[in-house]
């Protein structure tokens, strides 16, 4: 990891440690059944799903209930809630977690079917955006679901620290997220977030125009 990641790293890790309020309430707790609402015609048994910026990790339950493998990614692996990790974490699970960067994922990351990367994005330092973007694509076959909040998180006074390092408004994420992927459906926006269903590109053709 490079020296911005080791300190969001830092910064996170005393976050998890020291304020539960944090983990209180998870996007992925009202997100997750959206996702799965949104494409469920198309999601497949065995399919296989990365959560970016994981958190607590509450999506994977209801995730591997619906028959996906799936992948739980973080900066920090204590930001995982345990208890329900653990449950769900069988002999017979499907459940993996994996540590890392969302602007240098490990080259051991396979692509997967299906992503969702909820309130994460606006953490990122806004020049490492486009990085983690391009990762996010490289690796989501079929869709995906993003929420981005589009104001501060009060929780970074809890530590002192800003929490949301690119705030901008929905126009803004939906030119970056366009370089990278069709905007499937804007299920919600407002000024303070939105929550867009994400699908690839369908042709070479149209990926190099987006991105060129």
Request: glycine content about 4%; overall charge neutral.
């Amino acid at each position: 990891m490079d020296f911005i990641a080791q300190r969001e790293q830092k910064k996170y890790t005393a976050l998890w440690d020291s304020c539960p309020e944090y983990r209180a309430v998870s996007p992925a707790d009202y997100l997750t059944p959206l996702f799965l609402t949104t494409f469920q015609k198309q999601i497949r048994k065995d399919d296989a799903i990365i959560d970016y910026g994981c958190g607590p990790g509450r999506s994977a339950i209801p995730l591997e209930e619906a028959g996906l493998q799936v992948h739980l990614l973080d900066l920090c692996e204590n930001s995982l809630d345990l208890p329900i990790f653990l449950k769900t974490v069988g002999p017979h699970s499907t459940v993996h977690f994996h540590q890392a960067c969302l602007w240098d994922l490990p080259s051991t990351l396979a692509p997967a079917e299906w992503m969702i990367c909820f309130d994460v994005l606006e953490h990122l330092p806004e020049k490492k955006v486009l990085l983690a973007l391009e990762g996010l694509a490289s690796r989501m076959t079929k869709g995906g679901l993003v929420s981005i909040s589009l104001r501060e998180d009060h929780h970074g006074k809890l530590i002192r620290q800003r929490l949301h390092l690119t705030i901008k408004t929905a126009l803004w994420w939906h030119e970056q997220l366009s370089r990278f992927f069709t905007i499937y459906k804007e299920l919600y926006t407002d000024s303070q977030c939105l929550v867009w269903a994400l699908k690839p590109f369908t042709t070479e053709k149209e990926k190099a125009a987006k991105r060129g």
